[in-house]
């Protein structure tokens, strides 16, 4: 590596400051977007933030390809009640069209299999603590979540 620390990230010439603050603030906001359509069951929106070709690892699972996480997601319960929180973010510009946007979510899970008017109670919600991993790339229409990775690393005892 002749002299250089690993993981220290490169000078970025061709990034100035203020196209380096507007990636970071538009990756945070693919990454709440994203949970905000999961959470309201804007699943074609949701798929839609990422590049037709994506990779999304999570629960030990490789969905390839926008159709493959659309028909997992359509798989959720009707009756769920899913919140997902996103904090902590740390969003790395490795150049124009290249990003890596890391944040923990806290997640909430609810489903007693019906529907009810009223909320549930707080402490009956399975809760769990996940790191995210996006890999974005800029395109034609925007950034666009190229691979994800979600890892609990936390979670309450069910």
């Known amino acids: 590596m002749s002299g250089q620390v690993a993981n220290v990230p490169r000078a970025m010439p061709e990034v100035d400051e203020d196209e380096r603050r507007r990636t970071e603030r538009e990756c945070r906001e693919i990454m709440v977007r994203m949970g905000h359509c999961l959470d309201s069951g804007k699943f074609e929106e949701f798929v839609g933030y990422f590049t037709a070709d994506a990779v999304w690892r999570r629960r030990g699972t490789e969905l390839k390809g926008r159709e493959a996480i659309l028909a997992q997601v359509r798989r959720r319960s009707p ?11 740390m969003v790395d510009v490795h150049d124009r069209d290249h990003a890596h946007c890391q944040a923990y979510m806290l997640g909430f899970r609810y489903d007693s299999g019906e529907k009810s008017a009223t909320p549930p109670p707080f402490r009956d919600a399975n809760r769990a603590l996940w790191i995210y991993h ?12 190229a691979r994800r990775s979600a890892e609990r690393i936390l979670e309450d005892p069910e």
């Open 79 to 89: 009756t769920l009640i899913l919140r997902h929180v996103f904090t902590n973010f």
């Open 134 to 145: 996006d890999d974005l790339v800029r395109t034609d229409a925007g950034w666009k979540v």
